[in-house]
């Protein structure tokens, strides 16, 4: 099967760089940004609402007193065994003796949500990543993603804070959409060593990939959103390698870009370091070749990492609360945005920390679960099933039981997280100021069939969601593979 990376995307585009642009001056070998005409005023762009594309840390901080941050981000369908991949990359620990976490960039098919719900009670970071996966998203395709993963992951609407656009293909168009429904970032753009940024905030529009033109005046203008570049490592022949970097070289070889880039951030300016990763790579399937070496390889890599008294393990949105005000390294452990306390409920309730067990051949169970079972999709919830299967015209649809139904699960409110809600009794369990929460995010914005705003994104370029996947773990890895992989 061809399996087209981003590594290759990613050759191409700098080949067609280093050709465009060699009249401007670029230096061949694939780093070069082309012209840019960002430009951006620190003294009136200040945190916490503006910060300027910088290669400096914020706030002044010197590289010596910046935590060094990594993110390991995950993207697509979330199953019980992609789930169990990302847990195993993820198990190391930060300074402060907290569990690292990660952000999933969740597309809606093949996902099971009471897994959703799991990764964010866990402390982690669930995001938009579109419903069906398409390379040009509608807003339709946005919002219906942030609806599923509120509806039946129980994830407040404003903790779903993140976008990522599918195969990494933004445009102008799509940032403004992010930006209309509310989300606090993108993080789709890719940084390699001139334009190694911070994250910033889009005020002065774009800083990264300029060679696209997006940087141009007029073509992105949204105050307030921020920008999350991802950051490439630049392989033994300086050519920019972003998501699955393990699939660019033998793993001795990955291994040592990997800790060549990261202490090019660790002893420079200490940008945040990261690794994209689509778990099904590293995830074995009965039938399919054996891909715990490279698992294994990886989670070797995260763990060299590990260990350092300035090297922090957290999701976009953690660093986003450290970028709005900065602390030096020794004041990180005491945040409240790294603490890593497990509500204690008194009472086990469908909340994604319950047992929820999943086996060998990737089956979820729990006895509070609700199983939903459409001809060609199987997902659990904690929440109730629809009375037919979510679509992009119809994400949400009814409940298959009336709300006076024994059965029915009560909706998680916008004055309670859903770590602290039992949508059987119906009852928030959090008791006191430290718990509470109050949900002020706008459901989504205008109508969820797609009619508030344009988007040209076709359902056509989509996996269809009559993609036959009841043979179980080898189909559904098969059709995960086949479709899934930016
Ligand atoms: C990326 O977006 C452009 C529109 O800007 C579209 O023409 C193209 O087909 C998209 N690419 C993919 C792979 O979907
Ligand atoms: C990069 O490393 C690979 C494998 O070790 C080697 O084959 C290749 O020649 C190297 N390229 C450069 C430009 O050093
Ligand atoms: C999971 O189940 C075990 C045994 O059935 C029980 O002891 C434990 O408390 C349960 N865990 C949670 C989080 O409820
Ligand atoms: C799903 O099952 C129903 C009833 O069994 C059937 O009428 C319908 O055609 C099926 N849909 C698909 C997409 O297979
Ligand atoms: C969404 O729009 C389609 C037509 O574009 C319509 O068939 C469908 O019923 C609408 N869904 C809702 C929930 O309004
Ligand atoms: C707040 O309430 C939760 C659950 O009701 C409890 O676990 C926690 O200890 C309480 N915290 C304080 C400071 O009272
Ligand atoms: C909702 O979207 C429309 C465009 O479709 C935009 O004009 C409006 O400002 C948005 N509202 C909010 C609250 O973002
Ligand atoms: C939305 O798209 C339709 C055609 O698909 C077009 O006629 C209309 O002008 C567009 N509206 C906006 C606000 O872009
Ligand atoms: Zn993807």
């Not at 585009?13 to 005023?41: F, H, K, M, N, R």
């Not at 001139?194 to 300029?210: I, K, Q, R, S, V």
């Not at 660019?248 to 090019?264: E, I, K």
Request: charged content about 10%; hydrophobic content about 35%; aromatic content about 8%.
């Amino acid at each position: 099967m061809k399996i087209f990376t981003i590594t290759s995307a990613i050759t191409v585009l700098s080949t067609l760089i280093s050709v465009g642009l060699a009249q401007e001056g670029a230096t061949p070998g694939g780093t070069q940004t082309g012209p840019s005409t960002y430009s951006c005023d620190p003294n009136t762009c200040k945190l916490p609402k503006c910060q300027c594309a910088s290669q400096s840390p914020p706030g002044g901080l010197k590289p010596s007193d910046t935590p060094q941050f990594v993110v390991i981000t995950f993207d697509d369908s979330v199953q019980g065994a992609l789930l169990q991949t990302a847990k195993d990359m993820l198990n190391v620990k930060n300074p402060n003796g907290c569990p690292a976490k990660g952000s999933w960039y969740v597309s809606m098919e093949y996902t099971d949500f009471s897994l959703v719900q799991q990764w964010y009670a866990d402390g982690n970071e669930v995001a938009d990543h579109t419903f069906t996966h398409v390379g040009n998203p509608s807003a339709q395709e946005i919002t219906a993603a942030k609806e599923m993963l509120h509806t039946y992951g129980g994830v407040p609407y404003g903790k779903i804070t993140g976008f990522r656009a599918p195969f990494l293909n933004y445009t102008a168009s799509t940032l403004s959409t992010v930006a209309q429904q509310g989300f606090m970032y993108d993080t789709s753009s890719t940084a390699t060593l001139d334009d190694c940024f911070w994250p910033y905030t889009l005020d002065n529009g774009m800083a990264n990939d300029c060679w696209t033109g997006i940087c141009a005046a007029g073509q992105v203008k949204l105050p307030g959103v921020w920008e999350l570049p991802m950051y490439a490592v630049m392989d033994n022949a300086s050519t920019p390698q972003l998501m699955d970097v393990y699939l660019a070289g033998s793993m001795s070889d990955v291994t040592t870009w990997s800790q060549t880039n990261f202490q090019r951030h660790y002893t420079g300016n200490r940008q945040p370091f990261g690794i994209y990763v689509h778990p099904t790579h590293m995830t074995n399937y009965p039938g399919m070749p054996d891909v715990s070496a490279l698992k294994n390889g990886v989670v070797s890599i995260i763990q060299s990492l590990a260990g350092k008294p300035d090297v922090w393990f957290v999701t976009n949105q953690q660093l986003l609360q450290w970028m709005q005000n900065p602390v030096p390294n020794s004041q990180l452990a005491s945040q409240p945005y790294m603490q890593c306390n497990v509500p204690n409920t008194g009472k086990e309730i469908c909340n994604g920390l319950q047992n929820i067990t999943v086996s060998s051949d990737g089956l979820v169970q729990s006895p509070l679960l609700q199983n939903c079972n459409f001809n060609t999709t199987n997902w659990h919830t904690c929440y109730n099933c629809p009375n037919a299967a979510p679509s992009l015209d119809t994400p949400v649809p009814p409940a298959a039981v009336q709300s006076t139904d024994p059965s029915y699960r009560k909706p998680v409110p916008d004055n309670c997280d859903s770590i602290w809600w039992d949508p059987v009794a119906g009852q928030c369990l959090c008791t006191n100021s430290s718990c509470a929460y109050t949900d002020t995010a706008a459901p989504t914005n205008g109508s969820s069939n797609g009619t508030s705003a344009n988007g040209s994104g076709s359902k056509s370029a989509a996996a269809p969601l009559t993609k036959p996947m009841l043979g179980g773990a080898v189909t559904l890895a098969v059709a995960a593979l086949a479709t899934l992989l930016f």
